[in-house]
């Protein structure tokens, strides 16, 4: 099997590797002598302050909350709560079919395999929207299914996530689309309102135009996060500074061979899907054709 194949079976898997378990003391602050008595914290906690309504109590589930938050109960359980109220107010944004957004094409992107110490590489090029044949509630759609399925997978609970958003081609016609709630839903899909360990995140190819961009995103970023942002214009060697070149594709100074497109990767995961996946997907709110 190619190696492209073997990454996307792995992609829907929910195996809890031994191997990943270093990682996950480093990355996650996970210790397994105290993992469960963290997850029973995190369950009392929901049930006795009732601020959410989970529609799952089983341990993975709130394992992913843990991850992403050092394995610090208190701090999952707000998360989880801005999760909760994310997926209620935006519920139109799972009224979709999840495997039926290839038009979005080149405007996300990632790197295989994932790298030690920066996670899954995403990449997030607006100025490649072609905003006359995708509306923006697909862009943020298919930001979502992305998000929803790699949270499924221990590996990336791990692991974490690295994005690179690219702003080579952003223009007028792109920015009138990013309204407060469109701008909003994204920064709450880059790991403020998800459940999703963010290691960085990075601002390449720009110019001017910033300003404007970057404007209609500031007020959603909250203040622990500016410690991870990282502006590098149009610097190569300053993004290599974060991020190993062997894990960057060609145009960004790279080495790495599998640059995953947005079409490439829905198709592939809807190739090896299996039951768990389609029912998770249906009943979080998405149609998923047999």
């Known amino acids: 099997m190619p190696f492209i194949d073997i990454a996307f079976a792995a992609e829907v898997s929910r195996f ?22 963290a997850i029973e914290e995190l369950r009392n906690m929901v049930y006795e302050r009732g601020e959410c309504h989970p529609r799952r109590m089983d341990d993975a589930y709130l394992l992913r909350f843990l991850r992403c938050r050092r394995f610090i109960p208190a701090l999952a359980h707000k998360l989880m ?20 957004l290839q038009k979005v094409k080149h405007v996300y ?3 295989l395999p ?23 509630v697909d862009v943020v759609r298919c930001a979502l299914i992305m998000d929803e399925i790699a949270v ?12 690179i958003v690219d702003l080579e081609g952003l223009s ?14 994204i920064v709450s899909l880059m790991g403020v309102n998800f459940p999703l360990l963010m290691h960085g995140l990075h601002i390449i190819n720009y110019n001017w135009f910033l300003n404007t961009f970057f404007y ?20 190569m060697s300053s993004l290599h500074k974060h991020i190993d070149p062997s894990s960057l594709p060609p145009e960004y100074g790279g080495t790495c061979r599998h640059v995953i497109s947005t079409e490439e ?16 997907l249906r009943d979080l709110g998405f149609t998923v054709k047999d």
């Open 16 to 37: 809890e590797d031994p191997e990943f378990e270093e990682h996950a003391r480093r990355n996650c602050n996970e210790d397994p002598r105290t993992r469960q008595y």
């Open 114 to 136: 994932e790298s030690p110490v920066n996670g899954r590489i995403t990449l997030m090029r607006f100025g490649k929207w072609d905003t006359e044949a995708v509306p923006i």
């Open 109 to 111: 992107g990632g790197t």
């Open 216 to 235: 209609v995103f500031k007020q959603f970023i909250p203040s622990a996060a500016w410690g991870r942002m990282h502006f590098h214009g149009y610097d």
């Open 152 to 163: 499924m997978q221990p590996k990336l609970q791990i692991l974490g996530v690295t994005i």
């Open 81 to 100: 709560v801005r999760y909760e109220e994310f997926r209620r107010k935006n519920s139109y944004l799972y009224d979709c079919s999840a495997f039926g």
């Open 172 to 185: 007028v016609r792109h920015v009138r689309h990013l309204t407060p709630t469109i701008a909003g839903q």
């Open 265 to 280: 990767w829905l198709r592939k995961v809807n190739m090896y899907k299996d039951d768990f996946m389609v029912q998770e």
